[in-house]
């Protein structure tokens, strides 16, 4: 319902400290990337969780718009993120969305985090967001 160019309009107005990029949103899925630096790693030069977790709430949020419009007052519930293999550092993480579910009321998903140039997933996210009712969803930004 919302297209690329849309949500990343809305996410750059509304939440201008994020450093994901929007590659791809639609048919129920989105793809998003972060260019990892220095403040991405934690000891032992790996990119760290807290990051990784971003960039697949990021996905989520962007392939929930996608599906259902620009609702900004659609939250995450809940994030779950299973920590498969060691990110390389100084690589993009990619994240692709698939949305699962999309119902009126909530909308889960899981979302495949890679290493840029790297087949296996670095991890797995299965995250669920609230949508709130017609009536108190809010279409536009500040």
Known sequence: MASREEIAGFIAAEFPQTRVVIEDVGDRGATVSLETGEAD????????????????????????????????????????????RKPESHKRVIGKCALMKVGRSLVMGEVALYSEGVADPVAHVVGTYSVPPSGARQTGSR
Do not use: H
């Open 41 to 84: 790693l934690r000891p032992g030069g790996t990119v760290s969780g807290p990051t990784l977790m971003a960039v697949a709430d990021v996905a989520l949020y962007v392939a929930v718009l996608g599906a259902i419009g620009i609702v900004p007052l659609a939250v995450t519930t809940s994030l779950t993120i299973n920590f498969l």
